[in-house]
């Protein structure tokens, strides 16, 4: 409902560019290149130390200036239209893993029920939906599946160490009986908006492994400018 009223908020009043401030516009054409780059920022990343399990991630941008801003915007203040845009950027990185080429399933990384409470919707299934959006007009056989659940509570990672996110998470992600079926035979992209560490990533990857899923890499929006290993091009 939270969400729904967010929406309509953003007919009616008067908006600035989530990136930049510049005003009546929710994105301005500067900030909308910075976060797609004409298709080339797409970059393969890895965090350091490399936590065990972690597979291959892609990143659309680096996480800075514009990029962060608008991530938070809709993350954290519902600029919900912007989940359009920030879909073609993790649509880029999603390129960027691949995964043979025929049918592809894209499973969100969950966010808390108390998160998702508290900000009116979960920034990463609504960005992962933009994405096999974009994706599927361009021809690819892509669908997003919604399969990863919480099974324990776990603490804000903010501020804690690499070592100290690893613990936190660990375990803490789950594929339901029921939902395992779904994932045998097609390759599986996990998705989040941002890596850091990549503890969160480790252990979606791990759950989606034991639970009988192949994972072929994960893709998020952005990622720090210094675990870039290369751009696309």
């Not at 729904?4 to 953003?10: D, T, V, Y």
């Not at 609504?126 to 659940?149: C, K, M, N, Q």
């Not at 100290?164 to 992209?189: D, I, S």
Request: hydrophobic share 50%.
């Amino acid at each position: 409902m939270r969400g729904m009223w967010r929406e309509l908020a953003g007919l009616v009043l008067p908006v600035d560019c989530a990136g930049c401030g510049q005003p009546r516009t929710e994105l301005c054409a500067a900030c909308r290149r910075a976060l797609w780059r004409g298709g080339r920022g797409a970059g393969q990343v890895r965090p350091w130390p490399v936590p065990a399990g972690l597979p291959r991630v892609w990143a659309g941008a680096p996480y800075a200036d514009a990029v962060r801003a608008v991530l938070l915007a809709h993350k954290e203040r519902g600029a919900l239209r912007l989940a359009a845009p920030l879909g073609a950027v993790l649509a880029g990185a999603v390129r960027g893993v691949g995964g043979g080429g025929g049918p592809l399933l894209l499973v969100p990384v969950p966010s808390t029920r108390k998160a998702v409470a508290g900000r009116g919707h979960d920034p990463v299934r609504r960005i992962a939906w933009a994405a096999a959006a974009e994706l599927r007009r361009a021809g690819g056989g892509v669908r997003v599946l919604t399969v990863l659940r919480q099974r324990r509570a776990v603490a804000d990672q903010a501020g804690l160490a690499a070592r100290q996110r690893l613990l936190n998470v660990a375990g803490a992600l789950e594929v339901p009986g029921a939902a395992r079926r779904l994932l045998t035979g097609v390759p599986v992209v996990l998705v989040d908006d941002l890596v850091t560490t990549g503890a969160t990533l480790a252990e979606a990857a791990r759950a989606v492994r034991v639970s009988g899923g192949r994972v072929v890499g994960a893709a998020v929006v952005a990622a720090p400018r210094s675990s870039f290993l290369f751009k696309g091009s």
